[in-house]
C-alpha cells in the first residue's frame, strides 16, 4: 500500500474505478483529517461527524466515475462532505435539536506515546487546550468559520475554497480575514493547524474499516 501512496492521485482514481477497490483505502487516509475538520467545524460531536464522513466517502466511491475531472477530486470530496453537513444540520433544527458537542479529549489516546515524560505533558496540554481552541473557532459565524476551517485548517487555496463553498475568491480572502479578526490573538499565535480538531490515527483506522467494509460488501 506505500507503493500505491506514491502514485499521483489521478492514477489512483483510475484504478479504483477500473475495479481495484482496495486503493480506495489510500484516499480515505489521505482526506480522513480534512473531513474531520469539516465536520467539527459544524459543530457535530465526534461520533457524528464518524458518521458524516463514512456517508461522503461511500458516495464519492458510488460516483467517482461520474467525475469529469478527476484532478478536482478532493474540491469534489469537499463539496460532498459539506452536504452531508449542511443536510445533518437543517435536519437539526427541523427537529428543533442542537448538535451538542460530547467529544471527549480524555480518551483520545495516541496510538504512538514519547518515553519522555515532556513530551507526554505536552501531548496531553495540548489535548486539554484543543478544547479551548475549538470553543473560539465555533463562537465564529458558519460563513467565516467554514472559509477558516477550509483555509486554515486544510491548507486549501482560494480559488479551491471558493469552489467548495461556491463563493467568489474575494469573498473567501474577506471572510477569511474577518474570521481571524474574530480569533483571539493569543490563541492563532499559541497554535498550528496541525493542533488543532487533530484526527488521531485510531480514529482514522476505525474510518478506513468501516467505508472499506461498505463498499467491497455491496
Known amino acids: 500500500m506505500t507503493t500505491y501512496r506514491q502514485l499521483p492521485e489521478v492514477e489512483l482514481i483510475h484504478r479504483v474505478i477500473s475495479g481495484d477497490i482496495a486503493l480506495f483505502e489510500v484516499l480515505i487516509r489521505k482526506y480522513n483529517p480534512y473531513l474531520y475538520k469539516i465536520g467539527r467545524s459544524y459543530r457535530f460531536n465526534h461520533e457524528d461527524v464518524q458518521d458524516l464522513m463514512q456517508d461522503t466517502f461511500i458516495n464519492a466511491y458510488q460516483n467517482l466515475s461520474?467525475?469529469?475531472?478527476?484532478?478536482?477530486?478532493?474540491?469534489?470530496?469537499?463539496?460532498?462532505?459539506?452536504?452531508?453537513?449542511?443536510?445533518?444540520?437543517?435536519?437539526?433544527?427541523?427537529?428543533?435539536?442542537?448538535?451538542?458537542d460530547t467529544f471527549s479529549?480524555?480518551?483520545?489516546?495516541?496510538?504512538?506515546?514519547?518515553?519522555?515524560?515532556?513530551?507526554?505533558?505536552?501531548?496531553?496540554?495540548?489535548?486539554?487546550?484543543?478544547?479551548?481552541?475549538?470553543?473560539?473557532?465555533?463562537?465564529?459565524?458558519?460563513?467565516?468559520?467554514?472559509?477558516?476551517?477550509?483555509?486554515?485548517?486544510n491548507g486549501l487555496s482560494v480559488l479551491e475554497t471558493a469552489k467548495a463553498l461556491n463563493i467568489t475568491e474575494t469573498n473567501v480572502k474577506v471572510r477569511l480575514n474577518r474570521a481571524k479578526a474574530l480569533l483571539r490573538k493569543e490563541v492563532e499565535k499559541m497554535y498550528t493547524p496541525e493542533d488543532i480538531f487533530e484526527f488521531n490515527l485510531v480514529y482514522c483506522d476505525a474510518i478506513v474499516a468501516r467505508v472499506m467494509e461498505r463498499i467491497t460488501n455491496k
Not at 117 to 139: F, P, Y
Open 66 to 100: 461520474k467525475l469529469e475531472k478527476k484532478e478536482y477530486f478532493k474540491t469534489w470530496l469537499i463539496r460532498i462532505m459539506l452536504n452531508e453537513c449542511y443536510k445533518k444540520r437543517h435536519k437539526a433544527i427541523a427537529r428543533k435539536e442542537v448538535a451538542t
Open 105 to 153: 479529549y480524555e480518551i483520545n489516546i495516541p496510538m504512538f506515546l514519547s518515553n519522555s515524560n515532556s513530551d507526554t505533558e505536552k501531548k496531553v496540554g495540548n489535548r486539554e487546550l484543543n478544547s479551548v481552541i475549538e470553543n473560539a473557532i465555533q463562537e465564529i459565524p458558519i460563513n467565516y468559520r467554514m472559509v477558516f476551517s477550509l483555509r486554515e485548517l
